[in-house]
């Protein structure tokens, strides 16, 4: 079965310092997500992209986060520079797409901590 | 912010039947209430969905009230590996296809 690729999956930084995660989606699925989920809560979107462009960014802190999905297949959020705060599961999320209910499929996650 | 309310934690015996509440009573009447789960240290994973009537898959059934203001899973026969968090949601974000987690239900199945 096919499956939503994440790395690192774990990832220890200082603050200050720059960081970026990678997604590969299930191939075909136009819709991918980015979600941090902060221990004991439930995952927040980041950014949703369509194919390459983004769709919702309203909730990343755009004065350190970014992300980019160049070609509409793999995805990268970049962190810089980190904070503390930014210690969470970073996870990305792919779907077929469109209005009608598409199920969305998460990777593993990258565990981030920022010391 | 969540438009659906759950409580933290339950608790559930293996082999029975395990019955996860959930109020949604702000949501609109043509929104849908989508469950997954996460099993610690893993993405969420759906689960099933409904609009107003019961659903039923092979994981576990769905049962909405008629005034849609809550709803229930049902997993008939829990067993260990059915310990995870349990989230109800509805969708939103600007394209209105994003999940919006709340805090979710802690299951915990002991034998």
């Known amino acids: 079965e096919a499956e939503v690729a994440q790395s690192p999956r774990y990832k220890i930084t200082e603050k200050s310092q720059a960081v970026a995660f990678w997604c590969d989606p299930i191939s075909g699925h136009a819709t991918l997500y980015w979600y941090r989920q902060i221990l004991g809560q439930g995952p927040e979107l980041l950014v949703q992209?369509?194919?390459?462009?983004?769709?919702?960014d309203s909730q990343l802190p755009k004065d350190r986060f970014s992300a980019e999905r160049l070609k509409g297949v793999d995805s990268t959020l970049k962190i810089q520079p980190a904070e503390l705060g930014d210690s969470a599961m970073y996870l990305c999320?792919?779907?077929?797409?469109?209005?009608?209910?598409?199920?969305?499929?998460f990777g593993p996650g990258t565990r981030l901590t920022v010391t | 912010d969540a438009k659906t309310t759950q409580p933290p934690s339950m608790d559930c015996a293996e082999g029975r039947a395990a019955n996860l509440p959930c109020n949604h009573s702000?949501?609109?009447?043509?929104?849908?209430v989508y469950w997954y789960r996460q099993i610690h240290s893993q993405g969420p994973q759906y689960i099933i969905h409904g609009l107003k009537n019961n659903e039923t898959n092979e994981m576990a059934s769905l049962i909405i009230t008629e005034d849609r203001k809550s709803s229930t899973l049902i997993l008939p026969h829990a067993t260990l590996r059915d310990t995870a968090v349990y989230y109800c949601i509805a969708r939103g974000g600007r394209a209105g296809t994003a999940l919006i987690f709340g805090k979710g239900t802690t299951l915990s199945v002991s034998s």
């Open positions: 999320a792919s779907s077929l797409g469109g209005q009608g209910f598409y199920e969305q499929y």
């Open positions: 702000t949501i609109s009447g043509n929104e849908y």
């Open positions: 992209f369509q194919d390459e462009s983004v769709v919702d």
